[in-house]
């Protein structure tokens, strides 16, 4: 992170107006949750979340799949928000703050943002698989294990995590609430994304397209190529809050 990055990154963001947060699983790598395409750890070094992700995966290995998803929810209850999350909240005391994310988290609304999209559903919302009803599951269990039944709802179908998998839709309301607060947004700040999974990684070309400025922290590459303004190259408990306190 150099100094003209975070000087060009300010100014991009300055002004008061509207701004949009756009997290991925970056945004939470400093609050010890794994991200999906880095160098993985624990269950993530096991299984494929790509290939875990779908719902072919859940028709075929129901069991593993759930076993996955109780162990994220575990070690998402025992995770707080980092430096990244804290700034975006405290954002939203002097600006309009929306927060999109890609996240099935709970670590933008733990950190206090009172406006959070949460573009590929939540960890923590269960549904029967067949009739969509919401689910109560229990909590899940303190160990990872390597399969677990769902449970069974009335109608005989199975408990399935209430987040987006691969193939399937974006719930209409927070895709929505997206892209209308990109179009009323004066600045998009883009954190801890590859910027590979669509439609989500079309939104910030949504901004460019429409002149609002880009600004993305990501240690890495950028995700998002010539749309960015500003690529500050670090990480989101380092970058957010000097970019926005
Ligand atoms: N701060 C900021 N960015 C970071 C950090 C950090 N501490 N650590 C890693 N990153 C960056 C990586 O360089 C990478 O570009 O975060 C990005 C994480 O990329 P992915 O793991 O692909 O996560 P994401 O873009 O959110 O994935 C999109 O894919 O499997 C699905 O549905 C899942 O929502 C997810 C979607």
Known sequence: ?????????RSALAGGGPLVVLSGAGMSAESGVPTFRDAQTGLW??????ELATPEAWRRDPDTAWAWYRWREHLVSGARPNAGHLAVARAA??????????????????????VVHHLHGSLFAHRC????TPM?????????????????????????????WFGEMLPSGPWEAAVSAIELAAAVLVVGTSGLV??????????AG???????????????????????????????PALLD
């Open 1 to 9: 992170m150099t100094t003209d990055q975070i000087r060009e990154a």
């Open 45 to 50: 070094e096991r299984y494929d979340p790509t």
């Open 93 to 114: 005391a002097a600006r309009d703050v929306v927060v999109v994310t890609q996240n099935v988290d709970d670590l933008h609304e733990r950190a206090g943002s009172p």
């Open 129 to 132: 698989d067949s009739c969509s």
């Open 136 to 164: 109560e599951v229990g909590p899940p269990p303190e160990q990872a294990v390597d399969r677990l039944a769902p449970p069974l709802c009335a109608c005989g179908g199975r408990a399935r995590p209430g987040v987006v």
């Open 198 to 207: 669509h439609p989500a990684a079309s939104l910030p070309d949504l901004a």
């Open 210 to 240: 429409a002149g609002i400025p880009v600004v993305e922290v990501n240690p890495g590459p950028s995700g998002l190529g010539p749309t960015v303004t500003v690529h500050v190259r670090a990480t989101a408990g380092e970058a957010v």
